[in-house]
């Protein structure tokens, strides 16, 4: 009887301490997109992705241009063999597979050059947030602060909307 009546202590004592955290929620995409920094980050990754952009296309011109002149020699030499050697098509061919591989490197490397520029120009807004997000939770009380958009289901009736909070503590 003793052991039931603790349990049953025990269990009201949980409900009750349960009851008495606070949760709150944020929709961090619209924080993200309302700060003044998103918009020079994001202006600052198109300019760098528009630049990578314009080498690409300028290889792939030269690519263009060397696969239609082998072309134009290939006919050629198909007319006159004397013209155009085997070794001279040898080596054009190697060079336009080279060209090839160079192209699909740095299209490599602009992928990761891209996705490093990200991670270091929004990092710095990602970790004003997090500061932000913290010091409202903790001027609140609050035990837990979620994503709305990574959470299925939020009981708004449990769970305060922190999103304007956050804004305010940002300066917005």
Same mark, same amino acid.
């Given at each position: 009887?003793? *052991? ?48 990578? =952009? ?27 063999? =004397? ?8 080596d054009k061919e190697q060079e336009i ?25 929004? *990092? ?10 913290? *010091? ?28 304007? =909070?956050?804004? *305010?503590?940002?300066?917005?």
């Amino acid at each position: 009887m003793k *052991k039931l009546f603790l349990v049953i202590i025990a269990i009201i004592s949980l409900s009750v301490a349960a009851s008495a955290q606070k949760f709150g929620h944020i929709t961090t995409d619209d924080i993200i997109q309302a700060m003044p920094e998103t918009k020079a980050a994001q202006t600052a990754l198109e300019t760098e992705g528009k630049k990578l =952009e314009d080498q690409l296309q300028a290889m792939g011109v030269e690519y263009q241009n060397k696969v239609q002149a082998y072309q134009e020699n290939v006919q050629l030499a198909d007319a006159a063999p =004397e013209k155009w050697s085997a070794a001279l098509r040898a080596d054009k061919e190697q060079e336009i597979m080279q060209l090839q591989e160079r192209i699909q490197r740095f299209q490599e490397n602009a992928q990761s050059s891209i996705q490093q520029k990200r991670n270091d120009l929004f *990092k710095p807004i990602m970790d004003k947030l997090d500061a932000a997000i913290k *010091k409202v939770a903790n001027a609140g009380g609050y035990v837990y602060v979620m994503d709305k958009a990574n959470v299925l289901y939020i009981n708004e009736s449990i769970s305060v909307d922190l999103t304007n =909070e956050v804004k *305010k503590e940002l300066g917005m």
